[in-house]
């Protein structure tokens, strides 16, 4: 099975590559990276295909390293087949999955379930993050050890913070002797108390409860304490808010291992959005002021924020067609999370490789899996983004289950057109 992809704009922030090139896939993996592949001379060597990249931007497979696929127990909002047909139409080859399923992801039953829907489906790669607590409780850590075994890939409650900093420490300590990362889900539940939105002015005006800035703040902090007294690594899920990018800022440059994730929601919407009502809008954490969307993307432009990720959260219609205060919690990103953040580029934020550093390098790294590079034997896992077509949100069309989206029918710039697995096309459209 040979391959060749002719005159891409190769990015690769592993190699530092940012050139035309073409590429040549063998058996599934990268065999060559060359100004001008002579087709003639690979030929000879027997049947080869084609595939005229025509200058779009060729990149390692995007990560999302924060996505919900609801199967096991909520097959109706997601199954682990439409979220991986979402992620590869979306540019994403692989994706990490959180454990709040039913049941939780808390034993290698369920770990050993999802790889097994993954590979039966065989789109993009998954890997199943681990509950960090039996049931996600809070309680009592799951068996870390075993669970990695199995193939758990990382250990988080997200969807719930793990309130017990002794229970927190331990996770600390025990996922570093593993070597393994664990993402946390920062939010004070007192300080929270259940609030729709973000605390302060609009919130006030529109009546909904409140859940401030300080909320997760307090637990970036104490996570940043914790990682630094154990000498392990910490990486902080969906931030926010300026106080925490100021924390971690801070935190990284006396030199704690602490890595951080945003979601495109944070740097594209604020609470102003919230004046609609729309349900799709309300979110863990909430989308908060235009200071803390500026603080954001601050932070990804000087690298205190490692990674982009979806946290795609998918709810039905029944949930989500409610009265805001019954409102399911979360919104979709698989199929609208490149294109959101192709808009950091367009505004000078970060460059093209800088992007592409946030959408896959850095998350392979932190994840500790392969990917994230196009280096030569890695097996070939490759988005071509075209950075130039327009297209209008049509949340209907999405491959996702779910339509909880809150970007419907705006115009974006941007998009996959070809998403290949392993050196297999999982998408292919307008290419
Ligand atoms: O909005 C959210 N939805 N935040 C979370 O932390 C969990 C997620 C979900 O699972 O629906
Ligand atoms: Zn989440």
Not at 221 to 250: F, K, M, P, Q
Not at 357 to 370: C, F, Q, R
Request: with cysteine; hydrophobic share 40%.
């Amino acid at each position: 099975m040979r391959l060749l992809l002719k005159g891409g704009r190769v990015i690769d922030p592993s190699q530092n590559i940012d050139d035309i090139l073409d590429i040549l896939i063998v058996n599934g993996k990268i065999s060559l990276i060359d100004n001008k592949i002579d087709i003639s001379e690979v030929k000879t060597r027997g049947s080869i295909d084609s595939v005229d990249i025509g200058g779009r931007i060729l990149v390692p497979g995007l990560i999302d390293m924060h996505t919900h696929l609801r199967e096991p127990g909520f097959e109706y909002k997601e199954t682990i087949e439409s979220g991986t047909k979402a992620a590869v139409a979306g540019g994403f080859t692989a994706i990490a999955c959180m454990a709040n399923t039913s049941p939780v992801n808390d034993n290698r039953s369920v770990t050993e379930f999802i790889l097994t829907q993954a590979a039966r489906t065989g789109r993009a790669r998954v890997y199943p993050i681990a509950a960090l607590t039996r049931n996600q409780e809070g309680k009592i850590l799951t068996e870390f050890a075993d669970l990695k075994d199995a193939g758990a890939t990382g250990f988080s409650d997200d969807g719930m913070p793990v309130t017990d900093s002794g229970i927190m420490r331990c996770a600390l300590e025990y996922a570093y002797s593993l070597d393994m990362p664990v993402i946390s889900h920062c939010e004070d539940l007192g300080l929270a108390r259940g609030g729709m939105m973000n605390e302060g002015l609009v919130c006030a005006e529109l009546g909904l409860t409140a859940s401030p800035d300080i909320a997760e703040e307090i637990m970036v902090l104490r996570d940043i304490i914790l990682a630094r007294y154990t000498h392990t690594r910490v990486h902080i899920a969906h931030v926010s808010t300026a106080g925490s990018v100021e924390a971690i800022r801070a935190a990284k440059a006396s030199g704690i291992a602490v890595t951080a994730e945003t979601a495109p929601h944070y740097f594209t919407l604020s609470e102003e959005a919230l004046r609609s009502f729309s349900t799709n809008l309300k979110v863990y954490p909430p989308l908060r002021s235009e200071r803390d969307l500026e603080a954001i993307k601050e932070g990804l432009a000087d690298g205190t924020i490692d990674a982009i990720a979806s946290d795609h959260a998918p709810h039905s219609s029944i949930e989500k067609e409610v009265e805001f205060d019954y409102a399911a919690t979360g919104l979709i990103g698989l199929e609208t999370s490149l294109s959101l953040s192709l808009r950091l580029v367009e505004e000078g934020i970060l460059s093209m490789s800088g992007l592409i550093k946030k959408m896959s390098t850095n998350p392979a790294d932190i994840l500790g899996v392969s990917g994230g590079s196009l280096r030569h034997g890695l097996p070939a896992d490759i988005t071509v983004i075209d950075p130039e077509v327009t297209w209008t949100v049509d949340a209907a069309r999405f491959h996702s289950k779910s339509r909880n989206c809150p970007y419907q029918g705006m115009q974006l710039r941007g998009r996959s057109v070809m998403t290949m697995v392993g050196g297999e096309i999982k998408y292919r459209s307008g290419l």
